[in-house]
């Protein structure tokens, strides 16, 4: 069963940084998209970054120029480095893997933005 472990949310102060990290339980041969989303409670979940197998980014708007996803295929692990953090930032953060066929989730890990 193939799983992905978020980890590394947690209360930042406005301006502040934090960096999620994305865990596989597996090598993934190919991808469509590694990807964090997000979602406000009682709002569906919006995609922030994605990154595909060519290194090629897209990103939220509100979130270009502050945040930076990445991958270290060595590690099985995919990022989103997250600076100058603003309150709206703030939400459940998920991570995705797509593949040809499917869809991989994480649970998901809290990033609160707070003073």
């Known amino acids: 069963q193939v799983r992905l472990v978020e980890t590394g949310g947690g209360l930042a102060q406005p301006g502040g940084s934090l960096r999620l990290s994305c865990e596989a339980s597996?090598?993934?041969?190919?991808?469509?998209?590694m990807a964090w989303y997000r979602k406000y409670p009682g709002k569906q979940r919006v995609l922030v970054a994605r990154?595909?197998?060519?290194?090629?980014?897209e990103y939220l708007d509100f979130v270009k120029g502050r945040f930076t996803i990445s991958r270290d295929i060595a590690k099985k692990t995919h990022y989103l480095q997250m600076n100058d953090l603003k309150p709206e930032d703030a939400a459940f953060y998920y991570c995705?893997?797509?593949?040809?066929?499917?869809?991989?989730w994480g649970r998901g890990t809290q990033v609160t933005v707070s003073s």
């Open positions: 597996i090598h993934f041969d190919s991808f469509n998209y």
């Open positions: 990154i595909d197998s060519n290194n090629s980014t």
């Open positions: 995705n893997v797509r593949t040809w066929n499917k869809d991989y």
